[in-house]
């Protein structure tokens, strides 16, 4: 087995450190998330988890949709640059003028 210098060591502990830190924060943020629908009346918590699963749903696939549209325009803008490209080519190819930089 390698030997481990000081540095390493600590760079280690440092390394389960936070990751420790980091848990216990989960932990906690869980904790709070727990009791913010454990204090409600059983069927509100239940029906006002429902209404956010629901609002969560519709903002996904608002941006799946938004996703779906940029990819559309940028294939649209690929053929539209090809487009370009092919008739600047024909009209070079005819003898017409180069544009000027």
């Known amino acids: 087995m ?10 280690e502990n440092q390394t389960e450190s936070g990751k ?6 989960c ?4 904790h709070l998330g727990d009791a913010s629908y454990a204090i409600l009346p059983e069927e509100l918590a239940h029906n006002l ?10 903002v996904r ?14 294939a649209g ?3 539209l640059r090809q487009e370009w490209q092919e008739k600047w080519h ?3 190819s ?7 930089n």
């Open 20 to 25: 420790s830190v980091i848990d216990e924060l």
């Open 90 to 92: 024909c009209d070079k």
């Open 49 to 58: 988890g429902d209404i956010k699963k629901s609002f969560l749903k519709t």
């Open 77 to 79: 803008g690929d053929q």
């Open 27 to 30: 932990d906690a943020l869980r």
């Open 2 to 11: 390698p030997e481990t210098t000081g540095s390493e060591s600590q760079s």
């Open 61 to 74: 696939t608002l941006i799946d949709k938004d996703i779906e549209w940029v990819e559309a325009r940028v």
């Open 94 to 100: 005819e003898g017409s003028p180069e544009p000027i």
